[in-house]
């Protein structure tokens, strides 16, 4: 079982820029696909990014496509969540969580996630 963890979270003003990042003790987590999640107060968590391990495929929520960039680094055992522009509604707990296939990570069908990093957006 892959226990991933996630920081990089912070305060930040509208339309600045946050680098996030999820990472694992387990040699095994640079052969998962990995994505990032979100949830707001009172809202359910959601999608927003996924990569698999061989950066092939990458999928993005409709909502941060060509603001948020997420990418990876094997040899560091890293996942980042680069973003951009940021806006007041990404004011969210940020999870990542980790699937065998990629295809999958959308559904956000997962028993475990992590303590998650906070993102605050100052408008």
């Known amino acids: 079982q892959v226990q991933q963890v996630e920081s990089g979270g912070g305060l930040v003003q509208a339309g600045g820029s946050l680098r996030l990042s999820c990472t694992a003790s387990?040699?095994?987590?640079?052969?998962?696909?990995v994505g990032w999640f979100r949830q707001a107060p009172g809202k359910e968590r959601e999608f927003v990014a996924a990569?698999?391990?061989?950066?092939?495929?990458?999928y993005y929520a409709d909502s941060v496509h060509g603001r948020f960039t997420i990418s990876r680094d094997n040899a560091k055992n890293t996942v980042y969540l680069q973003m951009n522009s940021l806006k007041s509604e990404a004011t969210a707990v940020y999870y990542c969580?980790?699937?065998?296939?990629?295809?999958?990570?959308?559904?956000?069908?997962?028993?475990?996630w992590g303590q998650g990093t906070q993102v605050t957006v100052s408008s």
């Open positions: 387990e040699h095994s987590f640079r052969q998962y696909a």
């Open positions: 969580n980790v699937d065998g296939d990629v295809k999958r990570l959308p559904r956000g069908e997962y028993d475990y």
């Open positions: 990569i698999d391990w061989l950066h092939n495929t990458i």
